[in-house]
């Protein structure tokens, strides 16, 4: 069976001090051994907060994640962080290829495809982002959109290689904008991710991919969300500060 995860994605929020206070808040009344085992959560806080993360969490079941890399190993690259610095820090996760990244950064499919190859090689899992605008969207171009964006960044991945991604599905007119995929539409695009993940290798490699979804996760939408047969969790970014919302995503599986 493939893994379920929640990710917390915090983008730009929480301080040191915040941090502290809702990963404890978190801990307070986060049960791993009363979740099933398929389930994994991670939290992604800013890199300013990682090292203070990493020290909470080294003793928990909670997974941390870092909201980007680098593709460079070291050197002069003003504002960068290296996979090696992430690893310091226990990183499991990364997420790349984040609409925010696309549009504020201009980060191509190319640009993303070599980041998952560097967390691929540094044995880290990538959390792959991909997903339309409301422009595209309204132009019924949502396929070709994502099918353009998942060859583009699983582009020369071995089976091997696709069998350790996680794909994330965050439709970019949903995020942070109240507006969410109903769970007939957001299995929709599941599905054909999946099935476009077949083409590119086997069935029982994509059978095997975590697909997740991003875009206005709440306690309202989650556990209808999450009865999709093709969803496998969640990528949440305004209610993962907030843990009481949290949880309550959590614990919908």
Same mark, same amino acid.
């Given at each position: 069976?493939?893994?379920?995860?929640?990710?917390?994605?915090?983008?730009?929020?929480?301080?040191?001090?915040?941090?502290?206070?809702?990963?404890?808040?978190?801990?307070?009344?986060?049960?791993?051994?009363?979740?099933?085992?398929?389930?994994?959560?991670?939290?992604?806080?800013?890199?300013?907060?990682?090292?203070?993360?990493?020290?909470?969490?080294?003793?928990?079941?909670?997974?941390?994640?870092?909201?980007?890399?680098?593709?460079?190993?070291?050197?002069?690259?003003?504002?960068?962080?290296?996979?090696?610095?992430?690893?310091?820090?226990?990183?499991?996760?990364?997420?790349?290829?984040?609409?925010?990244?696309?549009?504020?950064?201009?980060?191509?499919?190319?640009l993303i495809n070599k980041k998952v190859k560097?967390?691929?090689?540094? &044995?880290? $899992? !990538?959390?792959?982002?991909?997903?339309?605008? +409301?422009?595209?969207?309204?132009?019924?171009?949502? *396929?070709?959109? /994502?099918?353009?964006?998942?060859?583009?960044?699983?582009?020369?991945?071995?089976?091997?290689?696709?069998?350790?991604?996680?794909?994330?599905?965050?439709?970019?007119?949903?995020?942070?904008?109240?507006? &969410?995929? $109903? !769970?007939?539409?957001?299995?929709?695009?599941? +599905?054909?991710?999946?099935?476009?993940?077949?083409? *590119?290798?086997? /069935?029982?490699?994509?059978?095997?991919?975590?697909?997740?979804?991003?875009?206005?996760?709440?306690?309202?939408?989650?556990?209808?969300?999450?009865?999709?047969?093709?969803?496998?969790?969640?990528?949440?970014?305004?209610?993962?500060?907030?843990?009481?919302?949290?949880?309550?995503?959590?614990?919908?599986?």
């Amino acid at each position: 069976m493939r893994t379920k995860l929640v990710v917390g994605n915090w983008k730009m929020n929480c301080g040191i001090e915040e941090t502290k206070i809702l990963l404890e808040s978190i801990l307070k009344n986060y049960n791993g051994a009363n979740l099933n085992n398929l389930l994994q959560v991670c939290v992604c806080p800013s890199f300013t907060s990682l090292s203070t993360a990493f020290k909470i969490l080294e003793s928990n079941t909670i997974a941390l994640g870092a909201q980007d890399v680098s593709i460079n190993d070291n050197g002069a690259f003003t504002g960068e962080v290296s996979i090696a610095m992430l690893k310091e820090l226990d990183c499991q996760f990364v997420i790349v290829g984040h609409s925010e990244r696309r549009m504020y950064f201009k980060e191509s499919d190319e640009l993303i495809n070599k980041k998952v190859k560097k967390i691929l090689e540094n &044995n880290l $899992t !990538p959390i792959i982002c991909v997903g339309e605008t +409301l422009e595209q969207k309204e132009n019924n171009q949502t *396929k070709e959109v /994502i099918k353009k964006q998942i060859h583009g960044v699983t582009n020369n991945l071995s089976n091997e290689d696709l069998l350790k991604i996680v794909i994330a599905y965050e439709p970019v007119w949903a995020i942070g904008t109240g507006k &969410n995929a $109903t !769970p007939d539409q957001a299995e929709e695009v599941h +599905l054909f991710i999946r099935k476009l993940l077949t083409l *590119k290798s086997t /069935i029982n490699v994509s059978e095997s991919i975590s697909i997740i979804y991003g875009g206005s996760v709440k306690p309202e939408n989650s556990k209808q969300l999450v009865a999709m047969e093709n969803i496998d969790g969640f990528l949440v970014g305004g209610a993962s500060l907030k843990s009481n919302l949290f949880l309550e995503i959590i614990h919908s599986f």
